[in-house]
């Protein structure tokens, strides 16, 4: 497991690198530097809105009695589209912006909720409640 980490890490680092090059070398450096920027700025007001709308659903059932699940799937992937835009590089970006667009998000949702579902059924837990 380790070492699929660290190989997804390693080729995200070159395909960045290779990327930034490629786009330095068509619009020029400050071009680029100018649209990492944009593009963070954009990420992170989009982050800010949909995690306080993720919050406030969250909010919302806990306070009519309701697990969130899918509200904390989404949460989790708002955080996770964040942290990509702390990172520098084009790829890393469009996947954040691509999870911070709720449609596109449910794409990805759908897949973790399903091994979540999977994993709760194979792996039940008897909690032994004594008041």
Do not use: C
């Amino acid at each position: 497991m380790l070492f699929r980490i660290l190989l997804v890490l390693i080729l995200a680092t070159v395909g960045e690198i290779y990327v930034l090059v490629k786009v330095g070398s068509l619009i020029g450096a400050l071009n680029t530097v100018a649209i990492l920027i944009l593009m963070g700025f954009a990420g992170a007001y989009l982050a800010r809105l949909q995690g306080r709308y993720a919050l406030a659903r969250i909010g919302d059932n806990l306070r009519d009695g309701r697990m969130p699940p899918e509200e904390l799937v989404d949460a989790l992937l708002i955080l996770a589209a964040g942290i990509l835009l702390l990172l520098p590089g084009f790829i890393s970006d469009l996947a954040a912006l691509i999870l911070l667009v709720p449609p596109a998000r449910e794409l990805v949702k759908k897949p973790i909720m399903d091994r979540i579902r999977l994993w709760i059924m194979t792996h039940r837990v008897h909690i032994n409640y004594r008041p």
